[in-house]
């Protein structure tokens, strides 16, 4: 029982971690600039879909770049480029994630084997 509850703990301060990760990412955004602000908080919503994805094994080649781009382009001042990438690899990470949990029982047949 303590187990769970340990566990339990360690579920809510990573939880409250993100939340105040998204909430950094989007303080640090131009205040000034709404647009900004959600492109941030798209992008740090990228990223723990993107970790979420990579805890099944199910990360897409691409993704991480994307995310990578977003940030630069949203240091850049770019913010419509930045929202385009951010939302191009939360989508990646979603999908990654359903297709590995998906494909978890995947049996290839036997004339697809070497």
């Known amino acids: 029982?303590?187990?769970?509850?340990?566990?339990?703990?360690?579920?809510?301060?990573?939880?409250?971690?993100?939340?105040?990760?998204?909430?950094?990412?989007?303080?640090?955004?131009?205040?000034a600039d709404p647009k900004a602000a959600e492109a941030a908080e798209v992008i740090a919503a990228a990223d723990a879909a993107r970790k979420k994805a990579a805890s099944v094994e199910g990360e897409w080649r691409d993704t991480g770049k994307f995310i990578k781009q977003a940030k630069k382009a949203l240091e850049a001042g770019d913010v419509d480029k930045a929202m385009k990438l951010a939302k191009k690899a939360k989508a990646e990470g979603e999908l990654g994630y359903a297709q590995a949990v998906a494909q978890k029982e995947l049996r290839m047949p036997a004339y697809l084997k070497y």
């Open 1 to 31: 029982m303590r187990k769970y509850k340990n566990l339990g703990i360690l579920l809510l301060a990573a939880a409250l971690s993100m939340t105040a990760g998204s909430a950094l990412a989007s303080d640090t955004a131009t205040a």
